[in-house]
C-alpha cells in the first residue's frame, strides 16, 4: 500500500540535544512538507520541498534543518536552537499541480517530547 | 498573520443533526479550499475541496459553501454521526506556491 511512514511515533529528547525525525512516501510525489501542530494553533508549515536537493522555509523554519537527498524521503532535524520543540510534527506529501487543488497526503505523525 | 482562522474551537451536535463548520480567511487571491478531518494521535485525511469559482460542492454527507463576497466557508455535514467526531482543520492554497495555510481547527463532538 502506498503512504507515508513517519518514524519513531513517540520521542523524548533532553533539552540541548538535536533529533532527527524521519518522513518516508512510496507514493511517488515530488513535493513534502513538515507541519507542526500545537494546541489551538491549527498546523504550521515548518519546510517544504518540490524536488530533489531544493528546499523552501515555511511560516515557523526557525530552529530546524531538512535535506532532500532522495525523492522518497525527507528528514526534519529539531535543533537545540529550537526554543518550543515539544510538538506533534506531521509530514506530508503531494504531488505537484499547476492547476486543482493540491491534496496533501498525511503521515501519522511523531510527537516529540522534550524533558 | 493568520490567513485562515476557525473562530469555534470545539461544536458539540447530537447525532442525526447538521453540523456546521466555519472558517474566515483574508486573502481573496486563494484558488482552492479544502476541509481536513483529523483524529487524534492521527495524521489528517482530505475530505472535500472547493475552487474559488465555485460556490458549493457536495460529497455524500458533506458540502462545503463558498461565500466569496464574505471570504467565508463552511462545511456542512448531514446527518451527522459519531464516528465523525474529530478535529476538523480549513485549508487555503495558491496554486502557483503549492502549499497550504491551514485554520487553527475545530473540535466536533457528535453525541449518540
Known amino acids: 500500500d502506498g503512504g507515508i511512514t513517519q518514524s519513531p511515533k513517540y520521542l523524548f529528547r533532553k533539552e540541548g540535544q538535536n533529533v532527527t525525525l524521519s518522513c518516508e512516501q512510496n507514493?511517488?510525489?515530488?513535493?513534502m512538507y513538515w507541519y507542526r501542530q500545537d494546541p489551538g494553533q491549527g498546523l504550521r508549515l515548518i519546510y517544504y520541498s518540490q524536488i530533489v536537493n531544493d528546499f523552501q522555509k515555511g511560516d515557523i523554519a526557525e530552529g530546524y534543518s531538512v535535506s532532500r537527498e532522495k525523492k522518497e524521503s525527507f528528514p526534519l532535524t529539531v535543533t537545540s536552537a529550537q526554543k518550543n520543540p515539544t510538538a506533534f510534527y506531521l509530514c506530508?506529501?503531494?504531488?505537484?499541480?499547476?492547476?486543482?487543488?493540491?491534496?496533501?497526503?498525511f503521515g501519522a505523525g511523531s510527537r516529540l517530547t522534550v524533558l | 498573520d493568520q490567513q485562515v482562522k476557525q473562530n469555534s474551537p470545539s461544536l458539540s451536535v447530537q447525532e442525526g443533526r447538521i453540523s456546521i463548520l466555519n472558517c474566515d480567511y483574508t486573502n481573496s487571491m486563494f484558488d482552492y479550499f479544502l476541509w481536513y478531518k483529523k483524529y487524534p494521535a492521527e495524521g489528517p485525511t482530505f475530505l472535500i475541496s472547493?475552487?474559488?469559482?465555485?460556490d458549493k460542492n457536495e460529497d455524500g454527507r458533506f458540502t462545503v459553501f463558498l461565500n466569496k463576497s464574505a471570504k467565508h466557508l463552511s462545511l456542512h455535514i448531514v446527518p451527522s454521526q459519531p464516528g465523525d467526531s474529530a478535529v476538523y482543520f480549513c485549508a487555503a492554497i495558491f496554486v502557483s506556491y503549492g502549499k497550504l495555510t491551514f485554520g487553527q481547527g475545530t473540535i466536533l463532538t457528535v453525541h449518540p
Open positions: 472547493i475552487s474559488s469559482i465555485k
Open positions: 507514493l511517488n510525489h515530488d513535493a
Open positions: 506530508a506529501s503531494s504531488k505537484l499541480r499547476d492547476s486543482g487543488a493540491n491534496v496533501l497526503t
